[in-house]
């Protein structure tokens, strides 16, 4: 496409100076988490400094800590395998057996994902205070999987209805029944979108900070609200929220660039390819 | 949850799938996902419209009965409500000026050919991977505390005050962090727009003697006006939800300052414990939701059958 374009220089510096822009509050975090407390916050700001791994052994150190990254991956991990499961049959149905209701159920959906979650926050915070599901992972596991099940369902969908066509012809000609198809052809071929599906599904579990904030306290807490803690007067230690930062994006940056190109896909519905 | 449909001739009409042959009950395929998505909404939603008629304080269990219209005209006579319904346009507003002029600007950029376009793309699209808690901490610590942050460091070198962003201007100091966060999304979509554009149209408009600015104004950025229209609507219906950022940062203050519609009835509900009022503001979030939902959905709806 553009590769056979020659280089633009001068559209070139502009967008390397506006990356290094928009990446430097993450580039000065990760800094500042090497610093000690006195250096993060000394003026003028110290660009080069005797790093310290300090703040990541007192993250560590902190009896909690592991709680809450383990929080994270099992509600995040947990809604996602849960969303999975039961989006693909219903995916794999509205691809391959679309009926005249499939439009109309589909545009539903997407339909759900719209409501404003403060819209229920009243009902579903007193059925969880109700029924003794407050601050529990199973709660947000529960909510995360419905939350997300619209953008799960759409993202299978778009995967599965743009399978190629001739090669599933081609085995039906060759004498493999449905079955077959299904797991020796079409399974093969949409894995890589099943894989996708589920990075950003993950992506966007971990990142979730409205019921996170709303209905965890101690034990179910994920790191979203444990940063959040940071904010309180007495906790602000830069460097120390620097380290908990850093270790809190990390897993979910590396996957975020595997999942760029889903992401459209993902968050447009389709729309947009 | 919104009660939006798409009309017309086309919601007859099935999408093309490819049959794998054979006849198949959908229904336990596609029930499970039906049947979970409308529970979720449904119920939830009818628990709101129904808190929201009856008297029902958390703190004081004398008061209960039917309600009526009285939460609704309390509400509506409560001045807080029209300032968070204002501040949540002015957020919502402010952020979709800032990400959708930003990112076609930037998409406009990474069309262009440039050593490193890949490693300067994933820097681009970064802070959207970052939750919302450590951008917004992040930003109101080491960037813009009056003190000890960046920001005021180079202003004073530069021989200025040094400003105390969250005193004097906290709404418009949400709004960039938001806008940070959310500019990646609208330039990945907008780049991936962009790519579509062929390549002959490109190279017409430089023959005619086209500048880049020119070449942007009246070719790239018509051609990405459906993908902008998408992502304004994307983006509304996520930056109404608005709230980690300023759960954080200032918790709607100062006063009311920074005290949007989702923060407003965070505050009612779970500060106050008025579920009868804050169930009647989340009608009015519902509903507003769903006049938005209803334009998107139909948009996607047209996307859909021309596939």
Same mark, same amino acid.
């Given at each position: 496409m553009s590769a056979r374009r020659r280089v633009q220089p001068v559209a070139g510096t502009i967008a390397w100076l506006a990356a290094l822009l928009m990446f430097f509050p993450i580039f000065w975090m990760v800094l500042a988490s090497f610093k000690t407390e006195v250096v993060a916050v000394q !003026? %003028?700001?110290?660009?080069f400094f005797h790093p310290t791994l300090q703040n990541y052994s007192d993250i560590f150190a902190r009896a909690d800590y592991l709680h809450v990254a383990l929080n994270s991956i099992v509600i995040s991990f947990g809604a996602t395998a849960l969303a999975i499961v039961i989006a693909v049959p219903a995916a794999f149905a509205m691809a391959f057996y679309p009926t005249l209701h499939t439009r109309g159920t589909l545009l539903w959906m997407l339909s759900t994902k719209m409501l404003p979650p403060v819209g229920v926050l009243v009902p579903i915070y007193l059925f969880a205070k109700d029924v003794d599901l407050l601050d529990t992972r199973i709660l947000l596991v529960l909510l995360y999987m419905l939350m997300n099940l619209p953008i799960v369902v759409w993202m299978l969908f778009t995967f599965f209805r743009d399978t190629p066509k001739a090669i599933i012809e081609a085995s039906r000609i060759d004498g493999a029944d449905v079955r077959q198809t299904i797991f020796h052809v079409l399974l093969p071929l949409v894995m890589p979108g099943i894989a996708s599906t589920a990075l950003l599904n993950i992506i966007l579990c971990w990142n979730e900070a409205f019921w996170s904030l709303n209905l !965890?306290?101690?034990? *179910? *807490? %994920?790191l979203t609200a444990f940063i959040a803690t940071f904010s309180a007067p007495q906790g602000l230690f830069w460097a120390k929220l620097s380290a908990a930062s850093t270790l809190a994006i990390a897993p979910i940056l590396v996957f975020g660039w595997f999942s760029q190109r889903q992401l459209v896909r993902g968050l447009t519905f389709g729309a947009v390819k | 949850m919104s009660t939006a449909t798409v009309q017309g001739p086309a919601a007859q009409r099935a999408p093309r799938g490819r049959r794998l042959g054979g006849a198949v009950n959908t229904l336990p395929l596609v029930g499970p996902s039906v049947a979970l998505l409308l529970i979720f909404s449904l119920v939830p939603l009818a628990a709101t419209l129904y808190y929201s008629v009856i008297r029902y304080n958390l703190v004081n269990p004398m008061l209960h009965g039917f309600a009526g219209w009285s939460n609704y005209k309390f509400l509506l006579r409560d001045p807080t409500l029209y300032q968070s319904l204002w501040i949540s346009v002015v957020l919502v507003g402010e952020v979709l000026i800032l990400t959708v002029g930003g990112g076609a600007i930037l998409a406009s950029l990474f069309e262009a050919n440039f050593p490193g376009r890949a490693v300067a793309r994933v820097l681009v699209i970064a802070p959207f991977f970052v939750m919302p808690t450590v951008s917004a901490l992040v930003w109101k610590n +080491? +960037?813009? =505390?009056?003190? =000890?942050?960046l920001i005021a460091f180079i202003l004073r070198s530069l021989g200025l005050n040094a400003i105390d962003f969250f005193a004097n201007w906290p709404l418009t100091s949400i709004v960039v962090i938001v806008a940070w966060q959310w500019l990646p999304f609208a330039f990945l979509i907008l780049l991936t727009a962009l790519q579509s554009l062929d390549e002959e149209t490109r190279e017409a408009a430089l023959l005619d003697g086209a500048g880049p600015i020119r070449t942007f104004l009246h070719i790239e950025l018509p051609h990405m006006g459906r993908a902008i229209s998408v992502v304004v609507m994307m983006e509304t219906i996520f930056l109404l939800g608005v709230f980690a950022e300023i759960y954080v940062t200032t918790a709607g203050g100062p006063g009311t300052q920074t005290t949007n519609l989702t923060f407003l009835i965070y505050q009612r509900a779970l +500060?106050?414990? =008025?579920v009868g009022s804050a169930s009647a503001a989340g009608v009015i979030a519902i509903i507003l939701a769903n006049i938005l939902a209803m334009f998107l959905v139909r948009a996607i709806g047209k996307r859909l059958d021309e596939q």
């Open positions: !003026t %003028p700001p110290a660009l !965890t306290s101690h034990d *179910a *807490a %994920p | +080491l +960037l813009m =505390n009056p003190v =000890n942050g +500060l106050a414990f =008025n």
